[in-house]
């Protein structure tokens, strides 16, 4: 979702004490709450709980990746957001129905349909509501002029960014990203340490392009 302030160090120690249990009772932390963990001072706490509300109005991709479903990544939760549009009508989905979007295969599909069957998760996503997160749709924008629109990605290695801000750019420019590499894939992008992916992008003889390379179209 993120929020800044609620990094690792954080995380282990509202759940060390047991003042998060699961994701919804991020939203409701307090002052008096986060008083209790050690050498943090108010301005640290105002900024997390400032974050913390400001994460209520993120795209919805953000929050479906953020419920942490088995195999859903940040393509898969693009995809689901992008086509349902909002948590009521994906929570409703049929494994075929899912099964017939992008980067969502039938394990994907079963394993989003046996989360939100499951009666503690949407317990666990009614409270999230009841707490006032309400995710945004982001209605694609056809782009055009752009090298990079229609192609699909994917982004493997070490880069100068994180693999979701560089998600970031193409798809602002009309791209796809993709989490695994197939024959459909139109380039690999890949930094230091790329490892399988890039084995398999030259079986499949995907263009393999580095971050200079890429810069470069953008």
Do not use: C
């Not at 609620?6 to 919804?24: C, I, P, T, Y």
């Not at 009309?174 to 459909?184: D, Y």
């Amino acid at each position: 979702m993120d929020i800044e302030g609620l990094g690792q160090v954080m995380v282990e120690q509202l759940v060390s004490r047991e003042l998060v249990r699961d994701v919804s009772d991020v939203y409701e932390l307090t002052t008096e709450k986060l008083g209790t963990i050690e050498r943090t001072g108010e301005k640290s706490v105002a900024n997390l709980l400032t974050g913390i509300e400001t994460s209520k109005t993120r795209p919805l991709w953000r929050l479906i990746f953020g419920l942490g479903i088995l195999h859903v990544g940040v393509s898969a939760s693009r995809a689901l957001a992008d086509h349902f549009g909002g948590l009521d009508a994906l929570m409703k989905a049929s494994v075929d129905e899912l099964q017939r979007i992008p980067d969502v295969g039938e394990v994907v599909a079963k394993s989003i349909h046996q989360f939100f069957q499951e009666p503690r998760n949407r317990q666990m996503i009614s409270r999230l509501l009841n707490l006032g997160v309400r995710p945004k749709s982001e209605p694609k924008k056809p782009a055009t002029g752009s090298p990079i629109a229609g192609s699909t990605w994917v982004i493997t290695g070490t880069l100068s960014q994180g693999r979701e801000e560089i998600a970031e750019l193409i798809l602002a420019r009309g791209g796809k990203v993709s989490g695994s590499v197939s024959k459909k894939t139109s380039y690999l992008l890949a930094g230091e340490s790329a490892g399988t992916k890039l084995d398999k992008a030259r079986e499949f003889g995907v263009r393999v392009i580095t971050e200079t390379e890429f810069r470069k179209m953008l």
